[in-house]
């Protein structure tokens, strides 16, 4: 076999709130490095306390890739972000440094590094319909209905993720072939450009992580995050939305329940307490995700950023 002799990046994957910008930051500035987010929710604009987004003064200290691409009310797929990931590192390449991809959305990272399977164009039609049908019988009922045509979709997609059960019924509909089925047909994509070092940064106790969401959460509720919230409301493009709740932006974690808090829909302290459940939930699928990533080296951040610094070093070329 020939010897891979691709350019080098990094992939810094893990949970929410594990510390992945503080260490994607420190990695950057230490080997000449530029940062490719590969995150849902920091692609749109005017979600900037609640999806944890780099601070301007850490914008400033490294240069970033893939903030603020769309409206929250605008659509962005996992096709997209492998377009644009695969240019921002080219780029990135281009000019010398090292790319660091840096996130904790798994299907992203999947869709740049390997590939999506080919699939139908979206129809609005069905989707409205869909959404109509959520509305009225709630998505658990229609995570059952898919559960019954496409049982193995059903198994990876939870009951209460509205897209991609949504995606995996509208595709159903469209071609009367389970999304599984198109998946396991094969991916279709040009190799990734460079040769990946994959790390795992998560703690390697259930219940410091959990700490460290909670306080997170209550950090960015004294930032400001319902203020926030408060202002994409007030947005004519999301008050005036006829399904504001299903766009990915106000699904988010986080966003979402704080929807329901300005609704009236809870009071302040089960607000918090949803919130920070939801996270936990959102930490619990992406760390299922991430044991499948066979070749990813782990690392405690409490306690083995000298070890990751080592597999690092010994991944880059000496200088």
Not at 129 to 154: K, Q, Y
Not at 283 to 310: E, G, I, N, V
């Amino acid at each position: 076999m020939p010897a891979d002799t691709r350019p080098l990046a990094i992939a810094l994957m893990g949970p929410t709130a594990a510390g992945k910008t503080a260490t994607a930051l420190a990695l950057a500035e230490r080997h000449d490095g530029e940062i490719v987010s590969v995150d849902s929710a920091l692609v749109y604009r005017r979600l900037d306390i609640g999806s944890a987004k780099p601070s301007d003064d850490e914008q400033a200290r490294v240069r970033h890739h893939l903030l603020d691409l769309r409206e929250p009310w605008q659509p962005y797929s996992a096709a997209d972000f492998a377009a644009d990931a695969h240019s921002a590192v080219k780029d990135v390449l281009a000019r010398g440094k090292l790319p660091i991809l840096a996130g904790g959305t798994g299907l992203y990272f999947q869709a740049l590094l390997r590939g999506l399977a080919p699939m139908p164009e979206a129809s609005p039609e069905i989707r409205a319909a869909i959404s109509a049908r959520a509305a009225r019988e709630g998505w658990a009922a229609l995570h059952a209905e898919l559960a019954a045509v496409d049982p193995l979709a059903a198994a990876r997609i939870h009951a209460t993720d509205p897209q991609r059960i949504q995606r995996a019924l509208e595709i159903w509909q469209l071609t009367g072939k389970p999304i599984s089925v198109w998946q396991a047909e094969g991916r279709r994509q040009a190799r990734f450009p460079a040769k990946v070092l994959k790390l795992v940064l998560a703690p390697a106790k259930r219940s410091v992580l959990h700490q460290r969401i909670e306080a997170r959460f209550d950090a960015m509720l004294a930032a400001g995050f319902l203020d926030e919230v408060r202002a994409l409301r007030a947005l004519p493009a999301l008050a005036e939305h006829p399904a504001v709740r299903d766009l990915p932006a106000i699904r988010a974690v986080g966003y979402r329940q704080a929807w329901d808090y300005l609704d009236g829909a809870t009071d302040a302290a089960t607000f918090r307490n949803q919130g920070i459940f939801a996270t936990r939930q959102l930490a619990k699928r992406q760390l299922t995700w991430l044991r499948s990533q066979y070749d990813a080296l782990w690392f405690d951040p409490q306690h083995q950023h000298r070890k990751l610094d080592a597999a690092v070093a010994a991944f880059l070329p000496r200088s």
